[in-house]
């Protein structure tokens, strides 16, 4: 396994070691002990969410705030995303950075996302599946979510038109409106 720094020094970008031949691929996809040794600290997953969405879907920016902030670690395993977190830690060096990476079922890269940045992403193959692992469990109460095309963020999406997204989406803050954490 290979761990890339990306802009934001926590979102770390994973690659994992693929062993091929004629009959096809072997890699493997999460290990507790080299995934704590990458990120620095031992981390506890206690969710898998699985989704599937068609081209031109973007969902997020998503977090949750404390009591159960979550971090994730998110994979694509049909199909190509454009992946986004964002640093709501107001405390951070790089608080309202952004930075995406593109995770596909052919690249099989992961993307750390720990708890304190905004998460979303946009479906650019005519479908993807999509996998994350949660160090804690949803808990609407906490949920918290900002605009997808926020100027202030100015994230540069790779889409030309409107994206489909969810009613909630469409009504999230700006993100100087939005909570964050400390």
Known sequence: ???????????KLIKPKVFGDERGYFYESFNQKAF?????????F????HSRSVKGTLRGLHYQLPPHPQGKLVR?????????????RKSSPTFGQ????LLSADNKNQLWIPPGLAHGFLVISEMAEFQYKCTDFYAPDCEAAIRWDDVELGIDW?????????PKDGQAPSFLKAEYFD
């Open 1 to 11: 396994m290979e761990v890339i720094e990306t802009r934001i020094p926590d979102v």
């Open 36 to 44: 704590d040794e990458a990120v620095g600290h031992p981390v506890t």
């Open 46 to 49: 206690v969710q898998d969410n």
């Open 76 to 88: 694509v395993t049909v199909g190509e995303v454009f992946d986004v977190a964002v640093d709501v």
């Open 98 to 101: 952004w930075v995406g990476e």
């Open 158 to 166: 790779p889409i030309k038109g409107q994206p489909l997204i969810s």
